[in-house]
């Protein structure tokens, strides 16, 4: 008797340890198959003039609709002679596609600003943090969104951007 609940013990747990660690690894290949990866590269240069960004962005889908985002801002400006900046922060997004080809989007950015330039005094530096909130609008083609975004916290005194409108490409895999 002692034998047959030792053995019936022991099958019971067995298959409970089974089952919560099937169940376990199948949450996790879940929650990747809702990943999705995107952001932006840039480059450009000019007369004296160079301008270095990476922008990485993970977003995860809730649905075919809904989706949310982090990301990494980094860039770097030199115009020789005049300044040189180092931009680095966080991205907090949110996606919304009523229809296919239609996104709204808010993005919260915080961005470190790093500052040198020269003046008719002599080098100066100037390091400062930038907040934005942007509320967007963009037309989707497959896994591209092209569109128009509006800082609502921007002021006229703003040392990082110049406007509070702002287009935008968004490309996400």
Not at 143 to 153: E, M, P, Q, V
């Given at each position: 008797?002692?034998?047959?609940?030792?053995?019936?013990s022991f099958f019971l747990f067995s298959s409970t340890f089974q089952a919560?660690?099937?169940?376990?690894?199948?949450?996790?290949?879940?929650?990747?198959?809702?990943?999705?990866?995107?952001?932006?590269?840039?480059?450009?240069?000019?007369?004296?003039?160079?301008?270095?960004?990476?922008?990485?962005?993970?977003?995860?889908?809730?649905?075919?609709?809904?989706?949310?985002?982090?990301?990494?801002?980094?860039?770097?400006?030199?115009?020789?002679?005049?300044f040189t900046s180092f931009v680095y922060g966080l991205t907090g997004s949110?996606?919304?596609?009523?229809?296919?080809?239609?996104?709204?989007?808010?993005d919260v950015e915080q961005l470190r600003v790093n500052l040198d330039y020269?003046?008719?005094?002599?080098?100066?530096?100037?390091?400062?943090?930038?907040?934005?909130?942007?509320?967007?609008?963009?037309?989707?083609?497959?896994?591209?969104?092209?569109?128009?975004?509006?800082?609502?916290?921007?002021?006229?005194?703003?040392?990082?951007?110049?406007?509070?409108?702002?287009?935008?490409?968004?490309?996400?895999?």
């Open positions: 008797m002692i034998k047959n609940v030792f053995f019936f919560q660690d099937s169940t376990s690894s199948s949450n996790v290949s879940d929650f990747w198959d809702h990943v999705r990866f995107g952001g932006g590269v840039g480059f450009s240069m000019g007369n004296s003039f160079t301008n270095i960004s990476v922008s990485p962005t993970m977003y995860y889908n809730f649905d075919d609709q809904t989706s949310i985002g982090v990301g990494l801002n980094t860039s770097y400006i030199k115009n020789s002679g005049k949110v996606l919304y596609n009523p229809v296919e080809s239609l996104q709204f989007s808010a020269n003046t008719n005094l002599g080098q100066r530096s100037d390091d400062f943090w930038n907040t934005a909130l942007f509320l967007g609008v963009g037309y989707s083609v497959n896994n591209i969104t092209g569109g128009i975004r509006y800082n609502l916290l921007f002021r006229d005194t703003d040392r990082l951007y110049t406007s509070a409108w702002m287009p935008f490409i968004r490309i996400v895999f």
